[in-house]
């Protein structure tokens, strides 16, 4: 699924104008949007597919920008709330999100029923930006709140949290793992232990091979495109012109279309040579928000 061009005019358009003319013009781009619903004056909403129920109050300075956005009917996005990503967001009915809540979706965020989120709370689906391939960790995972689920000032959730039904959660919790019906969670002082950080890593990181085969598959099934590879998995040919190639004994990929090199991606001197390519900046947006992997261009 893509967001499209029309529903990108429709949330640019609707930033300026007042809910009773939002609605009309978010229903012609192809949404559901329900009764009553509140789309201000200076919020920004886009989805590829989106659905409001009614009586949701979006307040201004709201900006929403997600692949799939569900919006139970009499809930509350309160002011300075961002809400982004790839991936989705869902909730039930009577929901709320408190004031300049941060939610980054890049996968599915769901709250159930009569659920919610506190003044400055914040939720991310992804851990990644440091270098997976010297061992780094990179984290994916969605989050879900089942229902009547309170959340204080100043909770943050890692990816992979969920809470089941009837739980309070007050200030300052971070939330990690799967949080037991009828739980209430608060703030105490734990013990501090010590890492071996440098030990960690050693026993975490893989070889290149890896972790070029996992980021040439990861990101060609990400566009969408069907790739045959060779014998010793060195070369990933698509669309009849492209490809990559692998070099896990210098540790860099290359992009190729047909005899030119349009890019050459150093990951273990964090470099990448100058390219203007569409294909070429995806790839780099692809590796940097999923292996942590972060290359300056070196410019001729």
């Not at 809910?19 to 012609?28: G, I, K, V």
């Not at 769901?110 to 061992?135: A, D, E, K």
């Not at 991606?265 to 964090?270: I, K, N, P, Q």
Request: net charge positive.
């Amino acid at each position: 699924m893509k967001v499209r061009p029309i529903s990108k005019i429709a949330a640019v358009l609707a930033f300026f104008l007042p809910s009773r003319l939002t609605r009309p013009l978010f229903r012609l781009a192809g949404h559901e949007v329900g009764s009553n619903t509140k789309l201000p004056f200076f919020s920004f909403v886009c989805a590829g597919k989106m659905e409001l129920g009614n009586d949701v109050d979006i307040r201004p300075f709201v900006f929403i920008s997600v692949m799939s956005l569900t919006v139970g009917s009499n809930t509350i996005v309160s002011f300075g709330s961002q809400i982004k990503g790839d991936k989705g967001f869902h909730t039930g009915d009577n929901c709320f999100i408190g004031p300049h809540t941060i939610i980054h979706c890049d996968e599915d965020v769901r709250f159930g029923f009569y659920s919610g989120v506190g003044p400055r709370c914040t939720i991310y689906t992804h851990g990644s930006f440091l270098p997976v391939t010297l061992g780094y960790p990179a984290v994916f995972a969605s989050v879900q709140l089942e229902d009547f689920v309170w959340t204080a000032m100043g909770v943050l959730f890692q990816p992979g949290a969920y809470v089941e039904r009837n739980c309070i959660i007050n200030s300052g919790v971070v939330v990690s793992g799967r949080v037991p019906a009828g739980t209430r969670l608060q703030m105490s002082p734990d013990s501090v232990k010590q890492i071996d950080h440098v030990k960690l890593l050693r026993f975490s990181r893989r070889p290149p091979v890896y972790y070029h085969q996992s980021i040439i598959r990861g990101f060609l099934t990400a566009e969408g495109e069907t790739w045959a590879e060779n014998t010793d998995q060195s070369a990933f040919r698509w669309a009849g012109e492209w490809e990559f190639r692998s070099s896990p004994s210098t540790d860099t990929i290359e992009l190729w279309k047909n005899s030119h090199m349009i890019a050459s991606y150093d990951l273990a001197g964090f470099h990448v040579t100058q390219a203007t390519d569409p294909r070429h900046r995806r790839f780099l947006a692809y590796i940097r928000r999923r292996f942590g992997l972060t290359l300056r261009t070196v410019y001729s």
